[in-house]
């Protein structure tokens, strides 16, 4: 009985941690945000490689109505 008490604090505690990064992280990311222009400026450090994979992942994503001989049109090298 003990032990499931423990276990339980443990688990409380592992649960809070987790929060406490998620506020964090969206603190941090809001910085990145002008709402002003209307720009991420998280892109700023993402290298060329990085921004087409970034791109490709979301063009699949939400273009699942395209063909893949369309979605190989809109592919942007990284190079």
Do not use: C, P, W
Not at 5 to 14: C, L, N
Not at 31 to 49: F, H
């Amino acid at each position: 009985m003990a032990a499931e008490i423990q276990a339980k604090k443990r688990k409380s505690q592992d649960d809070g941690g987790s929060k406490k990064k998620r506020k964090r992280q969206v603190r941090e990311d809001e910085g990145d945000l002008n709402v002003e222009a209307g720009l991420n400026r998280s892109y700023e450090r993402m290298d060329s490689q990085l921004i087409a994979d970034h791109v490709a992942q979301k063009t699949k994503r939400f273009g699942t109505d395209l063909s893949s001989i369309e979605l190989s049109d809109l592919y942007i090298s990284g190079e």
